[in-house]
């Protein structure tokens, strides 16, 4: 799922296989298309679940319902910046504010525009850092970062109170785990299929 690391694609990476008409490019773009559709439908899910949905019960901690979903798209905004590049992901980043203004209730779509553009914004800048370095990572410190921004932003502006924090927390980091998991499992099976 992630791109490849070339000097040629991080630049530019739609750019590059559109001019080039390679399988790599052409494969980078359907990706990125993938993905992209991913994390929109994502936060569709977030906003449709937290205005619809009552907390979810786990244990003696209240998880906000939508907090999976929401969850997920840290690590699928990191999976655009691969394929999109910085400039891909800030529209992207715009994208999912408009649909978290556009989907929920006036209190629940302020606050998810609001945790939802910081937490993607820091986040992306974290990702950006630290992808040269690894980038699964990378994905794991802007997931922390992104869940821990959101987390402290939407939940007093949504539901009133910090009451919700630690299930939104719990909810955001089990999404995190599952998602490098998969990273990591696709990572080992890409190695292994080039051996």
């Known amino acids: ?13 739609l750019g590059a ?23 929109v439908g ?11 949905w009552s907390p979810l019960e786990v ?12 969850g997920m798209t840290f ?11 910085g400039r891909g992901v800030l529209g992207a980043i715009a994208a999912g504010a408009g649909l978290s203004g556009l989907l929920a209730t006036p209190q629940i779509a302020v606050a998810s525009v609001l945790a939802f553009t910081t937490s993607e914004l820091v986040g992306s800048l974290v990702y950006g850092r630290l992808r040269s370095w690894s980038v699964l990572g990378a994905v794991t410190a802007s997931n922390l970062v992104g869940l821990g921004i959101d987390s402290v932003l ?11 924090v630690p ?25 292994a299929v080039r051996r």
């Open 17 to 39: 296989g559109r001019r080039r008409g390679d399988a790599t490019g052409r494969r980078v773009i359907a990706v990125s298309l993938v993905v992209l559709a991913a994390y």
């Open 167 to 191: 299930g939104q927390v719990l909810g955001k980091t089990v999404a995190t785990v599952l998602t490098v998991a998969v990273l990591l499992v696709a990572k080992t099976a890409r190695r």
């Open 154 to 164: 939407f939940v007093p502006l949504a539901f009133g109170s910090f009451a919700l």
């Open 1 to 13: 799922m992630i791109a490849p690391k070339s000097s040629t694609l991080t630049a530019s990476p």
């Open 75 to 85: 690590t699928l905004r990191d999976l655009l910046h691969e394929g999109l590049g």
């Open 42 to 52: 994502n936060i569709v899910l977030a906003n449709w679940a937290s205005t619809h």
């Open 59 to 70: 244990g003696a901690v209240a998880v906000p319902a939508g907090t999976l979903w929401a």
